[in-house]
């Protein structure tokens, strides 16, 4: 029973057994913010690779989550990543843009999937390949799980960026997050360029 439950390979081992090959993970990292894009990753690992230390990335320090992104671009057999910018998140709302990045996530692969492993219970609909949705897939999935890791990391590199160009913001204490902080410096300076104006921008009081 223990090992069913921290075993990362029964979902892609089960889809192995119905006949896909070559299986994908998704997942997305920037739902929450104030600003900002969300990213989504897709990730193809070699059936059965074992990678110490990997799990949801929410609970990996960013110390852990940069070791492990080298790890999975070097032991991957395909990768990558994509995003949806704040105008689209505007526009589409962010559930929609975050399936968005997951649709581009995938499309960029070198590699094609027969089955995509989707993190949530969202299926993002994409182009003549199938898909399985998996609540907290991230935390139950080895696949989910390296794409969890390389679309929180992608996120946060792009928002250490966007700290250097709107330094009053402080985006590097909090990465857009909607946290006390962040309230107070959009109280004081109001919404940058990279602000998801869809969102509620004023703290409650």
Not at 6 to 34: M, Q, Y
Not at 137 to 157: N, P, Q, T
Request: a neutral charge; aromatic letters at 8%.
């Amino acid at each position: 029973m223990k090992a069913a439950q921290t075993d990362l390979w029964i979902w892609e081992r089960e889809a192995k057994a119905e006949g896909f090959s070559v299986i994908c993970g998704v997942d997305e990292a920037g739902r929450g913010p104030l600003a900002g894009p969300v990213y989504a990753a897709a990730v193809i690992l070699p059936f059965g690779e074992e990678i110490a230390g990997l799990n949801d990335s929410k609970k990996l320090s960013e110390r852990q989550r940069e070791s492990l992104y080298e790890e999975i671009h070097a032991r991957a057999l395909a990768y990558a990543t994509a995003s949806a910018d704040e105008h689209e998140i505007d526009e589409l709302n962010i559930l929609n843009a975050a399936l968005l990045a997951m649709r581009r996530a995938v499309a960029a692969l070198s590699l094609r999937p027969e089955l995509v492993l989707v993190d949530g219970n969202r299926d993002p609909g994409f182009p003549d390949v199938s898909a399985r949705t998996l609540v907290k897939g991230d935390a139950r999935s080895a696949s989910i799980a390296a794409a969890s890791i390389l679309a929180k990391v992608e996120r946060d590199r792009f928002m250490l960026q966007m700290a250097q160009r709107y330094p009053e913001y402080q985006f590097a204490r909090h990465k857009g997050y909607p946290t006390a902080l962040h309230y107070e410096l959009l109280e004081k300076y109001g919404p940058c360029p990279i602000h998801r104006r869809s969102f509620r921008l004023e703290k409650r009081r």
